[in-house]
T-cell receptor, first 113, second 113 residues
Framework: QQQVKQSPQSLIVQKGGISIINCAYE??????FPWYQQFPGKGPALLIA?????SEKKEGRFTISFNKSAKQFSLHIMDSQPGDSATYFC????????????FGAGTTVTVRA | GAGVSQTPSNKVTEKGKYVELRCDPI?????LYWYRQSLGQGPEFLIY????????DSGLPNDRFFAVRPEGSVSTLKIQRTERGDSAVYLC???????????FGPGTRLTVL
């Protein structure tokens, strides 16, 4: 599997602030980049995904920015809320013709009220 | 049900025992994936099914691990001669098509004593 580098490992943000998580990858055969949100004791839930015929996708307070040449993409959480406190994973499709996702190590976000 | 379901939610077993973990994917989803998530890490790919056949089992750590999907719907992950290092959360995901958005179940937490 390819290496996916996610940073930071954790972050603390005040309510109303902006959380930014970054992800870098090596190569991929498919243009599809999802972010997953995971609460303790639950499975990862698809949060937002981008197919980069565009460089940015916004859904509510969540935005993905994608830089194909740099092989990087990021998740921005605007107006962070305590309910956003969770672990966030980026995922990258394979660089070969198969279908398994490679996940980053995760970022634990804590939103302080 | 609307989502991916997994049973049991928790499984405690003794070293050397055999365990089976079950996954019931979203109805109509042809692709099914098994991942393993260790504490503080992102999910790691184990095996992928397209229909009844294992299209990619390259992530299975050794021959103690085996998975089946005999009728193209429910899948069972089987672990023989369990070891303490097998302790993790085993996640199942399904998607309508390969590479499409993968939807995860809540996972089975396996603890090998």
């Amino acid at each position: 599997q390819q290496q996916v580098k996610q940073s930071p490992q954790s972050l603390i943000v005040q309510k109303g602030g902006i959380s930014i998580i970054n992800c870098a990858y090596e190569n991929t055969a498919f243009d599809y980049f999802p972010w997953y949100q995971q609460f303790p004791g639950k499975g990862p839930a698809l949060l937002i995904a981008i197919r980069p015929d565009v460089s940015e996708k916004k859904e509510g307070r969540f935005t993905i920015s994608f830089n194909k040449s740099a092989k990087q993409f990021s998740l921005h959480i605007m107006d962070s809320q305590p309910g956003d406190s969770a672990t966030y994973f980026c995922a990258v499709p394979p660089h070969t013709n198969d279908y398994k996702l490679s996940f980053g190590a995760g970022t634990t976000v804590t939103v302080r009220a | 049900g609307a989502g991916v379901s997994q049973t049991p939610s928790n499984k405690v077993t003794e070293k050397g025992k055999y365990v089976e973990l079950r996954c019931d994917p979203i109805s109509g989803h042809t692709a099914l994936y098994w991942y393993r998530q260790s504490l503080g890490q992102g999910p790691e790919f184990l095996i992928y099914f397209q229909g009844t056949g294992a299209a990619d089992d390259s992530g299975l750590p050794n021959d103690r691990f085996f998975a089946v999907r005999p009728e193209g719907s429910v899948s069972t992950l089987k672990i023989q001669r369990t070891e303490r290092g097998d302790s993790a959360v085993y996640l199942c995901a399904s998607s309508l098509l390969p590479v499409a958005e993968q939807f995860f179940g809540p996972g089975t937490r396996l603890t090998v004593l």
